[in-house]
């Protein structure tokens, strides 16, 4: 399997390093790096640095994730803030777990080895959540125009606490009962470059506008989202 390592940055060149030495550990055969950040110029192997003018928009991650889907050069890419490092196993897990996938979540740890917002529901999704940015109170953008409600026989039967943000889907669960309410964290995730190309981000939305929400709700209807539990990353910071 080929990859496509894409990390976005604020400048953060500790971190950034530590991640690419995480990914050159795990010794994949066919492999690149593209770091998209201010002031970024890494020498380091498999490594291309594009430079970021963050005072067009601070917190324009939406734009740096698509420079990356358009220079990918494989067809597997992860997405990956630069508080993200890889497992010893990770690329062992995804040669065990395969390449047939269109969007795949791996666990991901918090610093305490807890979960992070890794293969999880949102119960706003649940409701028919719409979007609140600003004075804007409209359907999620490309979403489509039925809305999910909150369907009390999957609560019941699966034992959702609607008063909790997120719920947790074991790692065994297939993910096939619960496409609509899956909510992927852009801190992480890997996907096929013609998925992304299709959805690319939207760039009008900027960090902590819910542009992974707009993301995963926009190409749920036509691909699947699936989780790969042989695979982990981790977080460099507490989240």
């Not at 067009?56 to 993200?84: F, L, Q, R, S």
Request: charged share 20%; with cysteine; proline share 3%.
């Amino acid at each position: 399997m080929q990859f496509t390592f894409g990390i976005i940055t604020n400048n953060n060149i500790n971190n950034v390093n530590i991640i690419i030495n995480s990914i050159e550990e795990l010794h994949i055969p066919n492999y690149e790096v593209i770091v998209v950040g201010t002031n970024i110029d890494l020498k380091r192997k498999n490594t291309t640095s594009i430079p970021f003018n963050e005072t067009i928009y601070p917190g324009w991650i939406t734009k740096k994730k698509n420079i990356i889907t358009k220079e990918a050069k494989y067809e597997n890419i992860v997405y990956m803030h630069d508080y993200i490092i890889l497992d010893k196993n990770w690329y062992i897990g995804f040669l065990k777990y395969g390449n047939t996938f269109d969007v795949v979540i791996n666990p991901i740890q918090n610093l305490n080895g807890s979960r992070f917002r890794d293969w999880i529901l949102n119960i706003n999704f649940l409701h028919g959540m719409k979007l609140m940015n600003g004075q804007r109170n409209t359907p999620i953008i490309n979403a489509p125009d039925e809305w999910i409600q909150v369907n009390e026989n999957v609560v019941k039967k699966y034992n959702i606490n609607l008063n909790n943000q997120t719920h947790y889907l074991s790692y065994d669960d297939d993910g096939k009962n619960w496409q609509k309410y899956i909510y992927i964290s852009g801190s992480y995730w890997v996907a096929k470059k013609y998925v992304m190309e299709e959805f690319p981000l939207n760039e009008n939305l900027l960090h902590g506008q819910g542009e992974d929400v707009v993301w995963v709700q926009s190409l749920r209807n036509k691909y699947v989202i699936s989780c790969n539990k042989e695979s982990t990353s981790k977080l460099l910071k507490g989240k």
